[in-house]
């Protein structure tokens, strides 16, 4: 059996397709799938069904995959300690939520890489739900997500809560709209990410709860551009606190204040079934991550010394 045959198997199930798999290698995609041939006639069975889109796992190929996970790792460290390194090797797979990526992707990584020059850090965006499943299937070693506040992490997985996501429901800074609880939503159309996003979730099931419907007007990805379309009036939005004091369109939203709408997410780090080598730079980037959330928050209690614009939408205290 060669190592390398076992690696490529492993990399184009979590790619996708051989093309990314033969990208993630260095390699030609003729030689990814030689190599995959071949280790399908060392183990004598098909492990991959080649006519789905993306490529998907047989059942013997189901049954092999965790295993083969964990030779690759096993090679990786068994490479790092025979070349005198204690470092792994191996690449980290770390999946960051899409609304954390400012967090995430800027100064922890790069103070990360710093301090284990070792590691190489391989990222992906996607969906908190999504990358959960990812770190339970193995495909991922780590995710940085969102869940509802008071939701534990799923069953085999370990984790740090790093700290709080505060939101904000912002509306056009000269709109007429006049929301000061809940049940006056009835008639408000969203601006907001697409399905998936942990805090639209969290907000349908709060408007679900007072039997109100949901009206998404726009959906896009980018928050700044969620943003501009609210400064224009084509709907609420909502965002994190931190991602909005930054925002270039600030001085044109206002925040609302809605009573009995509270939906407080917590951001976590959800860690896998890791080797013991990959448990230092994971818990050093934990650390790192709640460090930086303490930074903004510090930053943001600075700035509440200088007052924002009081929104006329919301109730007086």
């Excluded at 996003?197 to 700044?224: F, H, W």
């Amino acid at each position: 059996m060669d190592i390398n045959d076992v690696r490529t198997f492993v990399t184009v199930i979590e790619a996708g397709s051989v093309s990314r798999a033969a990208s993630e290698l260095h390699v030609t995609q003729p030689a990814v799938t030689r190599r995959l041939q071949r280790f399908e006639q060392t183990m004598g069975a098909a492990l991959v069904d080649r006519s789905r889109r993306p490529l998907a796992l047989t059942d013997a190929g189901r049954a092999a995959v965790e295993q083969c996970r964990r030779l690759v790792s096993a090679a990786d460290e068994l490479r790092a300690l025979t070349q005198g390194d204690a470092l792994p090797s191996r690449e980290i797979r770390v999946g960051v939520a899409h609304a954390l990526t400012e967090l995430a992707l800027s100064e922890p990584v790069e103070q990360l890489r710093r301090q284990f020059a070792g590691v190489v850090l391989r990222l992906q965006t996607g969906w908190s739900r999504d990358l959960l499943e990812r770190v339970r299937g193995g495909a991922l070693d780590a995710a940085v997500i969102l869940l509802p506040e008071g939701e534990a992490l799923p069953g085999g997985l370990s984790g740090t809560a790093l700290g709080a996501e505060r939101l904000q429901v912002v509306a056009a800074r000269d709109t007429a709209l006049r929301v000061r609880e809940i049940r006056d939503l009835g008639d408000a159309s969203w601006v907001l990410n697409p399905e998936g996003c942990a805090a639209r979730a969290s907000l349908q099931r709060e408007l679900s709860r007072v039997r109100l419907p949901m009206r998404v007007g726009v959906e896009t990805y980018n928050y700044e551009l969620q943003l501009a379309l609210v400064a224009r009036a084509r709907g609420l939005g909502l965002v994190p606190s931190r991602l909005l004091e930054r925002s270039p369109t600030r001085a044109r939203l206002r925040t609302l204040e809605i009573r009995g709408l509270k939906f407080p997410l917590t951001i976590w780090m959800a860690v896998g079934d890791v080797s013991p080598a990959l448990a230092a730079p994971l818990a050093a980037l934990g650390g790192k991550l709640t460090a930086r959330l303490a930074q903004q928050s510090r930053t943001r209690g600075k700035a509440g010394g200088r007052k924002a614009p009081r929104s006329v939408l919301s109730p007086r205290s």
